[in-house]
């Protein structure tokens, strides 16, 4: 292992700082991905929240956790352990990536015939149609899509998951769904399935798309055959990366699962989806490094070289902070005018929408720590995540009590139930940076004060625009929101080895 007091070589800083340019080309493609998928899920919104109405969405909403849980479960951690794999496997890329997908297939494949066997954990009032219940078939191409992109990424090739999943998977969506709306005028059964038919297509569509350039990079396994005890190993070795990635998503749902045991109505948990679908947007900022970030910390770690590692974290999860934190203002500040977007009766899901897109501030640090923590601690890693999960449920169940008690609308007990997370994400941050900061003997934060000079101007800017006419507020505040936020971190929190994120090089 190498001295971690020990000056740098010039073959070790110029190493390094390939790294740093592979996290900023593999961050500006995402980032370009992100915008993309900003401009496709919108319409989504509009055509779910005006033409089906918060009722249907909401429905839908409840329908796809399931679905999604069990895609989440059924990659078995590979989305970010296959990098590991695919480092310290001697045999061909193909082959291993093989062996993921076979896993990943039995495993998805047995969970897409037990809910569709037992259909309840996605309709829980038991009313479905039989196009409805084909939602279970998504869960094998989902898992499998997974796999694909992340095998994908481990080659620095992040243009296929930006193909994929920001603008394949989120357009399908919205075209289909409304193309099955305008079909229902005259076969109305079918409306009633076009969100979750919109959903299955754009899922096997983005995964689709995922396997075409999987092929082109690493070709068919020429002489693989299936390792049964060799899979089995990886499982359970995988399997606290597993639960702490089934954690992370769980984070993001448990707000809409407790709302449904709470018997909120349909339409208060159609109205928390779209805000929640607004507020996780920013989210999708931190999938901009993470292909790229695991691959170059497992180099890293092989080589004993834990300050680089330290490095790398702090300057990625300062990059994911800035950002998230000026689309949260650009998206939180005209909040009531974005939710109206989707029409009228989703303004009042304005104050859910601030406390999410503060969550995902907050979650920042535990995101990039996290990176780390898989590789260096997994176990310890896992027991934040559920205690993470379990102070949010705690949380929020205490919040929605309290507000039910005091006579609250069931949307401020859902805005009770976006504080909890908030709360929740902010606690695992700070736990799971001085963690990996103990393990890695560096200090890691992504805190600069830049970032509240930035913040200031752009919430006055925002403050003006807001008395504004809507139109105005939406199309002229946003871009000035941030503009100002952009100009002032830029000049006042972005050093040289910041800007590389925004110069184009060849890795």
Request: hydrophobic share 55%.
């Amino acid at each position: 292992m190498a001295d971690p007091a020990a000056p740098l070589s010039a073959d070790q800083l110029a190493a390094e700082q390939q790294d740093i340019a592979a996290l900023a080309k593999g961050g500006r493609t995402n980032f370009f991905g992100f915008l993309l998928r900003l401009a496709a899920r919108i319409p989504f919104l509009f055509i779910a929240g005006r033409l089906y109405g918060a009722e249907d969405l909401g429905r839908f909403a409840s329908a796809t956790i399931a679905v999604e849980l069990a895609a989440q479960l059924a990659t078995l951690g590979q989305k970010r352990g296959l990098a590991q794999q695919l480092a310290r496997d001697d045999r061909d890329g193909a082959e291993v990536v093989a062996d993921a997908l076979l896993l990943s297939g039995c495993v998805s494949a047995f969970f897409a015939v037990l809910l569709y066997a037992f259909p309840a954990p996605m309709f829980p009032s038991g009313h479905f149609t039989p196009l409805q219940r084909l939602l279970p078939l998504t869960i094998v191409p989902l898992a499998l899509g997974d796999i694909a992109l992340a095998a994908l990424a481990y080659r620095f090739d992040v243009g296929a998951t930006v193909r994929a999943r920001s603008v394949v998977e989120p357009w399908t969506l919205s075209l289909v769904a409304g193309t099955v709306w305008l079909i229902g005028i005259a076969f109305l059964p079918l409306r009633e399935s076009g969100l979750i038919l919109a959903y299955v297509a754009s899922i096997f569509a983005a995964t689709l798309t995922a396997f075409v350039p999987l092929l082109r990079s690493y070709g068919l396994p020429r002489q693989w055959s299936p390792r049964p005890i060799d899979l089995l190993r990886l499982a359970l070795g995988n399997l606290p990366l597993a639960g702490a990635d089934a954690i992370e998503w769980g984070t993001r749902k448990l707000d809409l699962f407790l709302l449904g045991l709470f018997h909120a109505p349909p339409a208060v948990v159609g109205v928390y989806y779209v805000a929640q679908q607004v507020a996780t947007l920013p989210q999708k900022l931190k999938t901009s490094f993470e292909p790229i970030l695991g691959p170059v910390i497992t180099r890293n770690l092989q080589g004993g070289n834990y300050p680089a590692v330290a490095r790398q974290v702090c300057q990625v999860g300062f990059w994911i902070t800035a950002a998230q934190a000026g689309v949260a203002l650009a998206l939180g500040i005209p909040g009531s005018a974005v939710m109206g977007l989707v029409g009228p009766g989703f303004v009042a899901g304005t104050a859910a929408l601030a406390l999410l897109l503060t969550a995902e501030v907050a979650a920042a640090p535990a995101v990039v720590s996290e990176a780390a923590l898989i590789y260096v601690a997994r176990v310890r890693n896992l027991w934040i995540s559920l205690g993470t999960i379990a102070l949010q449920g705690a949380l929020t169940v205490a919040f929605m009590l309290a507000a039910r008690r005091a006579g609250a609308d069931p949307l401020m007990q859902a805005a009770g139930a976006a504080a909890a997370l908030a709360i929740a994400l902010a606690c695992a941050s700070l736990v799971k940076s001085r963690l990996l900061g103990s393990i890695l003997g560096e200090p890691i934060t992504n805190w600069r004060w830049a970032l509240i000079w930035a913040a200031a101007p752009a919430v006055l800017v925002g403050a003006g625009m807001k008395l504004m006419p809507e139109w105005v507020e939406l199309a002229l505040g946003i871009p000035a929101i941030l503009g100002v936020y952009g100009l002032v971190i830029w000049r006042r929190g972005f050093g040289p080895e910041d800007r590389i994120l925004f110069r184009k090089q060849t890795v």
